[in-house]
């Protein structure tokens, strides 16, 4: 790996990115938490279908990229908590899509979007 590194710049090495602290969505009453800790820091929120290749393939680049670590990052995985993501439909009126990216900041979604998208959103 470090040959390859050295000759071309770069390494398919996952330590060589920025990592999230993903936090796993799994329960109704994280919405609420959501709401709440949006009072003091913006909160995202990363709908991922663990089927779909494309959202594995957003799912990635988004990991990459550089990411705010004042930032609550939560993980859903829409296949097992199919629920949670009808649930955030309702309280933030914005249609699901997957993958999808909501930013929450004072109980209020302040950015969107989903597939390639993603990656266009700045916090």
Known sequence: MGIIKNLFG????????????????????????????SNLKYQAIFKHSTRCGISRSVLKQFERQENNESIDFYYLDLLSYRAISDEIVEKFGVMHQ???????KEGAVVAHGSHYDIMTIKI
């Open 10 to 37: 770069k390494s398919n090495d996952k330590a060589d990115y920025p990592s999230i602290n993903w936090i796993p969505l799994t329960e109704h009453k994280q919405l609420t938490e959501i709401i709440q800790n």
């Open 98 to 104: 997957s993958p999808q990216l909501l930013v929450i």
